[in-house]
């Protein structure tokens, strides 16, 4: 399971632990401006619990031109209802989710998984490529290709490996009432871009705009810090 | 381009300059057993004139279980003849091709590049799962549903990204004939799993085999050092 310590991949480890899954929780450490989630997503992880959690440290290099990798600022104040429909943002890493899906697959490989879970949802949602329904099933698709245990399996006629997706349907909303519904403790998680150096999050990046419309639209209060 | 300092990727380098593209070359850093193989790569790469040389470093921490990157003995004198067809051998790294293509993509994409190129062989291989025409037909079209460029050119009615394998379908000999009539010089190229620490290659190590085995068959001598 890829465990970013935001309020979606929270929600996706409450699900899959009441399913009763074991869970290899795999998190990244990508540059400085995401410490605070690496120490949000171990917080997380020992609280529920999972089997292994392992912080993989991804080299920069090949990335840039992201606000969130590069010294590019973070849009602010973009209304949460277009995010969506207004394009790729900034905010954007290319090839993201691919390279932790990829990271994962390595993972489950090595762990016998069958089951790699990632809370992308496709609703309420920043207009990343690279969290739509079309490309999970594509990433699936190629995963099952790509490794000895795919191709075991497909000789039985089995799939290997699927790529569980249970919040792709659901807004932020339903996101934030099902994971209060399974007993997150939305305080253990972080989800801005730009939080000050004391953890408050800024409550006006793409990011904290969502989270807010979630919260407001569960009639749920948000208990992390904002500036 | 994906360049390991090989046979196969100097070989895919020289064909793709020789059809006029400027290489943005990546080379990974992924354990100490394979140091020499980045150095061979930097050679390279400065002898063929690349715009960038991009070197990534590993985190090693999901993988695990392969003779390539744990403490396994690489196997020794498996009959070159047969590799292809006895199954995943121990020196597999989990899901390697696909991070590695992952980072590729992720290069692509801020260097507004359309074409990766990957050096995979499916004749004489080396039975991993991941050097497979239909593994990499998969991965291209989840690339184009992974990225900004992608979803641009789908709007368009355009496919962004071509995965291009020149030598997909050539014998070890083939590649050798052909990189020669490129010039190719294989003395700057390394493939062995097992060096010396003098930087000689062991002769005995499934990709030794396959390279003499190519060398022999296309009439050439092999210019690097055994043991």
Chains 1, 2 share one sequence.
């Not at 795999?26 to 609280?47: K, M, N, P, T, W």
């Not at 496709?122 to 795919?150: H, I, K, Q, W």
Request: proline letters at 4%.
């Amino acid at each position: 399971m890829l465990l970013s310590g935001g309020l979606d991949s929270t929600t996706c480890l409450a699900v899959a632990v009441r399913e009763g899954f074991a869970v290899h929780a795999l998190s990244f450490r990508y540059g400085q401006r995401h410490a605070h989630e690496v120490d949000a997503a171990r917080r997380i992880a020992a609280r529920w619990g999972v089997a292994r959690h392992v912080v993989v440290d991804i080299d920069l290099r090949v990335f840039g031109g992201s606000a969130l990798t590069a010294d590019i600022a973070v849009p602010k104040d973009r209304p949460a209802a277009s995010l969506a429909t207004d394009g790729v943002p900034i905010t954007y890493v290319p090839a993201r989710n691919t390279i932790f899906l990829s990271y994962a697959l390595a993972l489950a490989e090595v762990s016998d998984a069958r089951d790699v879970f990632i809370g992308v949802n496709a609703y309420d949602y920043s207009g990343y490529p690279d969290c739509r329904p079309e490309y999970v099933r594509a990433f699936e698709r190629m995963a099952n290709l790509a490794t000895r245990a795919g191709v075991e399996a497909a000789a039985r006629g089995e799939t290997a490996l699927r790529i569980r997706t249970p919040l792709l349907d659901l807004t932020k909303a339903d996101i934030v009432r099902l994971g209060l519904s399974l007993g997150v403790d939305y305080a253990d998680t972080t989800s801005c871009y730009d939080p000050t150096p004391d953890g408050a999050a800024c409550g006006h990046c793409d990011a904290c705009q969502l989270r807010l419309k979630g919260f407001a639209e569960a009639g749920a209060t948000d208990p992390i810090r904002y500036a």
